[in-house]
């Protein structure tokens, strides 16, 4: 049983520090400034571990594509018909051995820069997770700073084969890579590969379109995908081999985690056997799987993730429910699907690939975030994902360059965010301010509360089921008790909570007098807890109350 909650702080490591305010619309590095490492100070981590924070994730770290020139300092160029914006996705590495030159202020010490904010961290409370890109890479991918005698990926590969159990990538043999975009983007010689290699969305073709992962290249772990997906693991494929030397390496520099990018694409096989070695190595270093398909979830954590994202099921519900599409007793049957697995599943409301609840894709306003905030922080012991910016209600809506305005916070172009930048000064608005004290409160009451982070979950939406835009729980651990109602509704609501008899049996509750304290306003509340009795509770509009009491 853990013995506090994980909440992990999601920053998009190359905006997060940046306070260039030019925001030109496809601007360069130059133009538009670019966050570094050394931005997250002591005092920046200090601050952000004051949040209950007890992860936080630098994304983007390790190098990817760019249309920005580093060949000065030694690093290959890529060609900008196949990077996608200026600065290019984080999801497009060139060298799982490097640092991203973006964000270090002295380039060819890079790696030194990273390493001591990997030490800052620490130091400030907080483990380190990175992201680890096990699908894909970008298409001139090339490693110059892999340990002496790693063979680069594709370096020994059989490019005659569309399929070798031992080759890094697949082949189009005899077909040269022709997308249906141009292939010079500006230049005055054209991108050329040949043979073409298959692109990382599962495209087996040498012709990508818009909507394909263009800009990557898939990776072979030994599944043949020309014959119906037969797999091929004995002998151990040499990309196994590989990319369990490249998690070794980064655990070694003390990371603590591994957010796995799209891990139900890479067989389950290989997990079990690179978490395994990873972990006898690294005990406590933790893997986090994006696996989107509730039919895989119970295979992946099989083989060895310690959390997955809880995405097809509670992001998309609690999402349903702020936008009024869904009633909140769907929350329960997001929760009840994965029951079983429950410690295992992470809630978020906000990332990278989402859209902002404050945008006018989503919710079109922060607030509407807070009732969901409060049910993804306190329902269950598992952990809990916020995205910088998510906390004063970053709004997602810039028309930032190659991501366009979408309702997401870019990855591929270098810009500032704006609510981040006036948090750095202190300059919030009012609305901002008063966002950021809620989330605050909410997440020190999920990283503080025993009863949340140990703590035993009653649901009691059954035996209250006259409310949908109300959700209303309780949770305990030794004799603290929290009741929990969360309001979605944009109108003060006069609750009449119910508290069943089964429910004082199974949390071990006694009926007498007690005085709760609203955790998050400090006010007193007289109770009469009595089996099958009713509590009348004021909740704000789109607030919550989070009610604690001795048994």
Known sequence: MVSSKIIIYQVFTRLYGNKNTTRKEDGTLAENGCGKLNDFTPTVLKKIRAMGVSHIWYTGVIRHATQTDYSAYGIPRQHPAVVKGKAGS?????????????????????????????????????????????????????????????????????????????????????????????LYHGESEPYVEEPAKATGNDCFHNAPGMNDWYETVKLNYGLDYYAGRV????????????????????????????RCDMAEMVPAAFWHWATDKVKFRYPEVVFIGEV??????????????????????????????????????????????????R?????????????????????????????????????????LMIYFGQEYGETG??????????????????????????????????????????YNKVMNIAASEKAVAQGQMFDLMYVNGQYHRQYIFMRKAGAEVLLVVANFDDLPAEVNVTI???????????????????????????????RDGVIPISVSPLGAIVLKFKA
């Open 231 to 258: 797999g091929h693991f004995n002998p151990i494929p040499n990309t196994w081999d590989k990319m369990t030397d490249i998690l070794l390496f980064w655990a070694a520099k003390g990371v603590d985690g591994f």
């Open 397 to 438: 809506m810039d028309k930032e360059g190659f991501s366009g305005q979408d309702g997401r916070t870019t990855i591929f172009d270098y810009w500032s965010v704006d609510s981040i930048v006036r948090a750095a000064s202190r300059k919030y608005t009012i609305r901002e301010k008063y966002l950021f004290d809620i």
């Open 500 to 530: 069943p008899a089964h429910a004082f049996d199974f949390l071990g509750i006694k009926e007498k007098n007690a005085v709760a304290t609203d955790l998050l306003s400090g006010s007193k509340l007289k109770l009469s807890l009595k």
């Open 90 to 182: 984080p999801y497009a590495i060139t060298d799982y051995y490097d640092i991203d030159p973006d964000l270090a202020v002295d380039i060819p010490n890079r790696m030194a820069e990273f390493e001591a904010l990997i030490e800052r961290s620490h130091k400030a409370g907080l483990k380190v997770i990175i992201d680890f890109v096990p699908n894909h890479v970008a298409r001139q991918y090339h490693s110059i700073c892999a340990p002496e005698g790693v063979k680069d990926l594709g370096e020994e590969d059989n490019t005659q084969n569309g399929f070798d159990p031992q080759n890094n990538f697949y082949y189009c043999p005899g077909q040269r890579f022709t997308p249906y975009f141009d």
């Open 343 to 383: 410690q295992h599943m992470l809630y978020f409301l906000e990332n990278h690939d989402e859209q902002r609840i404050a945008s006018q894709f989503f919710a079109g306003d922060a607030r509407k975030g807070i009732p969901g905030l409060v049910v993804s922080a306190l329902l269950q012991q598992n952990p």
């Open 292 to 341: 989107y398909n509730p039919a895989e979830y119970r295979n992946y954590l099989g083989a060895g993730f310690d959390y997955l994202y809880d995405k097809v099921g509670m992001y998309d519900v609690v999402r349903d429910v702020m936008c009024g599409r869904q009633s909140a007793h769907a929350i329960t049957g997001a929760w009840q699907a994965t029951d079983d697995i």
